[in-house]
Structure formats: structure tokens, C-alpha cells
């Protein structure tokens, strides 16, 4: 019977949970954006926020199955920081106590940060999806000069 | 002499990009150099760039690697070959939200940015689809959106509703809805500075990658030719292709892709020490020339 690779499985297992928190990053950032853009005085829909939350609900569910191996325990780490940062996010989002968007903000960024370290520690985690990007589309999914050389 | 210096600055290329990205037809025809740059303005009191270029301290090495970006430059040198520092900038469009247009929005500590609503509505909203739609979506970096709120909550992020005339003087901003992006923008500087202007360029953003968009390959048979790449439709890139040419009176070289190797042959240019290029386009009374 062949063993799957303990680190293998744990990318393939962590890559969905890395971008579940991505997107919901990306809706609580956009809703605190267009708040903010909108003024004081302005009704913000709170859909994006409702959406970031299901987001977040799902990642801390996988999150807490994901098991690591030695070698990826620091990766995961970053994954369940930007996991607790991004939770306060959106307490502070949903809250009535944060009106200008100080707290929602702080660990938006937070979040972000270790997002980022996430990327450069693993090659396909990076924050933003080259795979769909028109001005890299000529390297996806393929070492760049592999494509050209072969 | 117009009232503005204009000048597109190479920051980094890639030197085998598919022609089929550029210009939509079909595959495996060909690679272009196709640079990466963005637009320095000057003159009326401002130092103003169209784009800002990417993060190339997140991933610059990434896409170096892997898509075989190079050359890359940071734009206090780049914008050093004008005389000018990223803290001069007073003013930045930035035409969409790509990573490589909206990443360096760090990067000017002094300027006010404009953004249209529809572009950073519809990025937000795009995510709230599932992962089978993230083709909607490649390219935005969350960070982006990030240091975005940031300048919203420093006061320095100026959200667009659609079309403005003279954001600065003689200089209008265009809303491109649903074009290569939701809501991609282009920039018209009307250099005489009248409204019905013989001196106007247009920035395009990535809605024109190559002057082959505004005629095809066939000079005998010429028509308008859509980039590869639009979370719109074709029919619009198509449509704003049109209205770009209308600006600046059907002359097409006026319509600036940045994307378009031919700058540098088509218009004034030199070469940096670094293997740049520095494409000058316009020069306002009193302006040396940075070509020359």
C-alpha cells in the first residue's frame, strides 16, 4: 500500500483553507473600504461581511482537523494566526463598539501579514492567483523556462 | 509646447509574453517583449503616474521565477531618469485593480489616488462567488485592498463614479465599465488644454495592449482587435477602443498601451544604464528633455 506524503497531504489539504481566508480577507478589507469611502453617515451593506463570515466559519473548521507534519507546524501556524486575527475582524465588523473601523482594520492587517508569510514560505500560497493573471499568464503552472526551452 | 510632460517609464518586462494575450485570436502565434511601465506626468503644479507597478518586495521574485518577469527596477530609480521621487508624486490614477498596476500603492507617500467605485465594488463582490468563477478575480492581490483602506482612512483614496472631467486641469478620467476589468479606467490628457482638444493622448490601461488592437495584423485590412483577456466582454473593449480613438481624433499612436514594446521606436526614447526605457511623449514649456 503506498503512503501519501505527510507534507504533500498537508499542502493539498491546507491550499482550500489558505484561500477560504484569502477571500474572506479580501470581503471584510472590501467592506471596511467602502465604508470608509462612504462616509460617516452612510447604510453600508453588510452582505460582504455575511459572506466573509461563512468563509471563516468553513477555514476554522478545516483548520482544526489539519494536522501538520514537523516540517509544515510553522506554516500552520501562520494559517491559524490569520485565522484568530481574521475572527476578530469580524467580531469587530458585526460590533457596534468600532465606529470608524480602527479594530476591523488592525486585524484586517494583521491578517494579512500572516497571509504573506504564508506565501513566501510556500510556493502556491502566495495571496495573489497568478494562475489567472493576464500579465504573467504565460508562466502558469509551469517553471517559466520549462515552457519555453523544452 | 503642451502643459504637460509626459513621459512612459519601463520598470521591468517580460521578454517571451504570447501574442495571443495581447491581442485575441489564434494561439501559439508568436511572442512579444512586452514591458512593464507606467506613466509619469508633469506639469501645473503636479507629478502625477498613471499605475504604480507592483509589489516586487512580495513577489517580485516569485514572478521572476516563474514567469520570467526581469529587469525589474524600483521606481525611485525609475522615476529618477525624470528628475523626479516617488515623494513628489502628487497624484496617481490607477487605471485597474491588477496586481502589477495597483501594487505599489506604498510606494508614494504624498499622493492622493483614484480608483473607480464599480472597480473595487465588483472585486469584492466577485470574491463572494465561489472558487469555480476565481478566473473573475486572478490577479488582485488582497494586500492591494489592504493598503487601499488605508489611504481611504488617511484620507488619500478618491473613489470615481464614472466619467470626471479635469480631475486635474485638462486632464478627464474615463470609466471603461466592463471592459478587460469591472471597472477599468483610462485617462485622457488634453495637453492644449481645450475640450475639443488637438493635442490629447489617452492611457489605456490593459484595455489596449499593442497598437495591432487598433488595426489587427492585416495594414490592407485593418479593424479593431480585443486584448485576450476580459472579465467584461469583448463587444465593450471593443466600444472603448472606440471612444479612446475618438479623443484623440482617430490618430492611434495617441492611445498609449504601456505594454507596447513599439514606444520606444515610435516615439523619442533612450536607453537607462539599467536597459530600461524612457519614452518621452510631450515636453511643457521649460521641460528639458530626458531622451535627448
Given amino acids: 500500500m503506498s503512503q501519501v506524503d505527510p507534507l504533500a497531504r498537508y499542502i493539498s489539504e491546507a491550499e482550500p483553507l489558505h484561500d477560504l481566508l484569502r477571500r474572506g480577507l479580501i470581503q471584510l478589507s472590501g467592506f471596511l473600504l467602502k465604508r470608509t ?22 477555514a476554522a473548521e478545516g483548520l482544526r482537523s489539519l494536522r501538520a507534519p514537523t516540517s509544515a507546524a510553522h506554516h500552520r501556524g501562520h494559517l491559524v494566526a490569520a485565522l484568530v486575527a481574521i475572527e476578530r475582524a469580524l467580531a469587530a465588523a458585526l460590533s457596534t463598539t468600532d465606529p470608524d473601523g480602527d479594530a476591523l482594520f488592525h486585524f484586517v492587517q494583521e491578517s494579512e501579514r500572516h497571509l504573506r508569510a504564508v506565501g513566501r514560505a510556500t510556493p502556491g500560497f502566495e495571496t495573489v492567483d497568478f494562475k489567472q493573471a493576464c500579465c504573467a499568464m504565460q508562466g502558469a503552472g509551469a517553471p517559466f523556462e520549462a515552457r519555453f526551452t523544452g | 509646447m503642451g502643459k504637460y510632460s509626459i513621459w512612459v517609464l519601463d520598470y521591468a518586462a517580460v521578454n517571451k509574453f504570447p501574442q495571443s494575450v495581447m491581442l485575441y485570436g489564434p494561439q501559439y502565434v508568436g511572442i512579444r517583449n512586452l514591458p512593464y511601465a507606467y506613466v509619469l506626468i508633469k506639469g501645473q503644479g503636479q507629478v502625477i503616474l498613471v499605475d504604480t507597478g507592483y509589489d516586487h518586495k512580495e513577489y517580485g521574485k516569485y ?15 525609475v522615476l529618477a531618469e525624470c528628475g523626479v521621487t516617488p515623494a513628489d508624486v502628487t497624484t496617481v490614477f490607477i487605471t485597474h485593480a491588477h496586481f502589477d498596476h495597483m501594487g505599489g500603492l506604498d510606494l508614494f507617500p504624498n499622493a492622493k489616488f483614484y480608483i473607480q467605485k464599480r472597480e473595487l465594488d465588483q472585486w469584492v463582490w466577485a470574491l463572494t462567488l465561489g472558487p469555480e468563477f476565481r478566473f473573475l478575480v486572478g490577479a488582485a492581490d488582497p494586500g492591494d ?58 492611457f489605456a490601461g490593459d484595455n489596449v495592449y499593442t497598437y495591432d488592437n487598433f488595426t489587427g495584423l492585416d495594414p490592407n485590412d485593418p479593424y479593431l482587435v480585443p ?30 498601451p504601456v505594454h507596447e514594446d513599439r514606444l520606444k521606436t515610435v516615439f523619442p526614447s533612450r536607453a537607462t544604464a539599467a536597459g530600461l526605457h524612457v519614452v518621452e511623449l510631450a515636453l511643457a514649456d521649460g521641460e528639458a528633455s530626458r531622451v535627448a
Fill in chain 2, 227 to 256: 486584448i485576450g483577456l476580459a472579465t467584461g466582454s469583448q463587444s465593450n473593449l471593443l466600444f472603448s477602443s472606440a471612444e479612446m480613438l475618438k479623443a484623440v481624433g482617430g490618430e492611434h499612436k495617441r492611445v498609449i
Fill in chain 2, 63 to 77: 514572478l521572476a521565477d516563474l514567469y520570467g518577469v526581469s529587469n525589474w527596477h524600483p521606481a525611485s530609480e
Fill in chain 1, 37 to 58: 469611502v462612504a462616509g460617516p453617515r452612510a447604510i453600508v451593506d453588510y452582505e460582504h461581511v455575511e459572506g466573509a463570515r461563512e468563509r471563516i466559519r468553513e
Fill in chain 2, 145 to 202: 485592498i489592504v493598503k487601499a483602506t488605508r489611504l481611504a482612512r488617511e484620507g488619500r483614496m478618491i473613489v470615481v463614479d464614472g466619467d470626471r472631467d479635469d480631475v486635474v486641469p485638462g486632464i478627464d478620467l474615463r470609466l471603461a465599465a466592463d471592459t478587460h476589468t469591472f471597472g477599468s479606467m483610462y485617462v485622457t490628457v488634453r495637453n492644449d488644454g481645450a475640450r475639443e482638444s488637438q493635442d490629447a493622448w489617452v
